[in-house]
């Protein structure tokens, strides 16, 4: 899942994104319960730390190549699932199998990774470069070139105003966009979209455009294949007339310079397709000792990923979000080993697609289970990031601010460092938007890691401030569901 990342809410629009990368494991599969957790090797283990551990190695582990929906190892992440929910004794749903909830979406797949090369005339190679570490190939726009090969001259700009149509120096070029001239038109953490789209707006005359715009983390770029919603299916996605965007990093942007003051040519191959695949969330239940307002808590996180990078690397997304599938997973587990049982109804939904628009719950709320003016929603997105000073609690709206200083308040009275925040980008929007008070608990990462390669359990998870997480929500539930 993306950080704090600014989302523009109109009417059900809602966006998302997370991407990652990271090498490829050898060590894969479930570990045995006698490995502990780096960081944390000096405190002693108890089953239900081996049980999150478990789950959130066994998620991110090679074999699931970061759970990109359509993939072998994104539906081994809803079997894994499904198993783990039979073996703890959640019902399904009425009328489910295996207890998946199966619905259609769109995404971007990488076929192949994005090669960026400058080359003198003669053909003599004059630089290569690294990708995710030096540069990022971006099929986020509409109406670019997504797919093909561009081999052209390349050429500097650092003046807004060489930036105009009827500027034929530029025709059949690739541009190469200084950092200052992005940062003098809007932009976000994430995303040059000013800059972007005041190069859209001189049309396919040029071939594309590289911009330095160095939003990686800890030496890797965010790795990011969300496309604008508003134009998801649009034939005008995949323009092989377009231009083609790629982001470079501070250290690689001087040679890229040197390239177009020699005037060489720059070779770029882009390799991304948009594709429709069917995805699963994963859904069971704690049947309440009283049904009878249908009053229940939707317990969710996502378990979708943003899969691999075709380079020999993937995104493993242990703190995005193998961690909230281990949170759900575990406050299942506590639940359903008391004594008594809740009164209202407890849902735990496994979302997928999360990483593309939050498609899992956008299709949970056209077809809930139980009606949602009756639902409260929890959301684990990122809960255990090592080195995170507050639990977040965080409202997407103000439908849902109550619930959220509540839960804070609760997080407060058993020792957890809470605090109340306003943040969007996950599952709880569309909840939210739908009317249900619907917060997310997330630790903010002091270095952001997610969606990059670097998203493993060793570099990016407390096992401990998982159990926080874990702790707060059962606490939250033993107060209202009791
Ligand atoms: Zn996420």
Not at 154 to 178: A, C, F, H, M, W
Not at 454 to 470: H, P, V, W
Request: glycine share 6%; proline share 4%.
């Amino acid at each position: 899942m993306k950080y704090i990342i600014t989302i523009i809410l109109s009417i059900a629009v809602v966006l998302s994104a997370c991407l990652v990368t990271h090498e490829f494991d050898t060590a894969c599969g479930l570990l045995a319960a006698s490995v502990s957790a780096s960081g944390n090797s000096n405190v002693p283990r108890t089953p239900a730390d081996d049980f999150t551990y478990n789950v959130i190695k066994e998620l991110s582990s090679a074999p699931y190549m970061g759970r990109l929906p359509g993939t072998l190892g994104n539906k081994m992440a809803v079997s894994f699932i499904s198993e783990r929910y039979k073996e703890l004794g959640l019902k399904q749903p009425p009328g489910y199998n295996s207890y998946l909830q199966t619905f259609q979406q769109q995404l971007i797949v990488q076929n192949s990774a994005t090669v960026l090369v400058t080359r003198r005339k003669t053909g003599e190679v004059t630089g290569e470069y690294n990708h995710l570490s030096d540069y990022i190939g971006l099929p986020l726009w509409p109406n670019t070139k997504i797919q093909g090969l561009i081999d052209a001259p390349l050429v500097s700009i650092t003046d807004l105003k060489q930036l105009s149509p009827n500027n034929r120096e530029l025709y059949g070029k690739v541009l190469l966009i200084s950092s200052e001239l992005v940062h003098s038109l809007p932009y976000d953490h994430l995303q040059a979209d000013g800059i972007v789209n005041k190069l859209l707006s001189l049309g396919s005359r040029i071939k594309g455009s590289i911009i330095n715009f160095d939003n990686r983390r800890d030496g890797y770029f965010h790795v990011s294949k969300s496309m604008k919603r508003l134009f998801r299916g649009s034939k005008k996605y995949n323009n092989k007339n377009g231009q083609v965007f790629l982001y470079c990093s501070d250290a690689a942007y001087p040679y890229l310079k040197e390239a177009a003051e020699r005037e060489d040519n720059v070779y770029i191959s882009v390799d991304f397709s948009l594709e429709e695949c069917y995805s699963s969330n994963v859904i069971g239940v704690i049947e309440g000792t009283d049904r009878s307002n249908q009053d229940h808590i939707i317990i969710a996180a996502h378990l979708d990923h943003i899969g691999d990078n075709k380079d020999e690397t993937y995104n493993p997304g242990a703190l995005d979000n193998a961690s909230g599938i281990a949170g759900l997973l575990e406050i299942a587990r506590t639940l359903l080993n008391k004594t008594e049982l809740p009164q209202k109804d407890i849902i735990f939904i496994a979302t997928n697609g999360e990483e593309e628009y939050f498609a899992g719950s956008n299709y949970y709320v056209g077809h809930p289970i139980l009606p949602l003016k009756n639902a409260t929603m929890i959301n684990l997105d990122m809960i255990g990031a090592k080195g995170a000073e507050y639990l977040e609690v965080c409202y997407p709206g103000n439908n849902s601010v109550e619930l959220s200083k509540q839960i804070a308040s609760d997080g407060l009275e058993i020792g957890i460092n809470t605090r109340s925040s306003y943040i969007l980008s996950s599952d709880h929007v569309t909840f939210s938007v739908c009317g249900v008070p619907a917060v997310m608990l997330k630790h903010l990462q002091p270095v952001q890691r997610h969606h990059t390669m670097q998203d493993s359990f060793e570099i990016t998870m407390d096992i401990n401030k998982l159990q926080e997480a874990i702790d707060l929500v059962v606490y939250y539930i033993e107060q209202t569901a009791y």
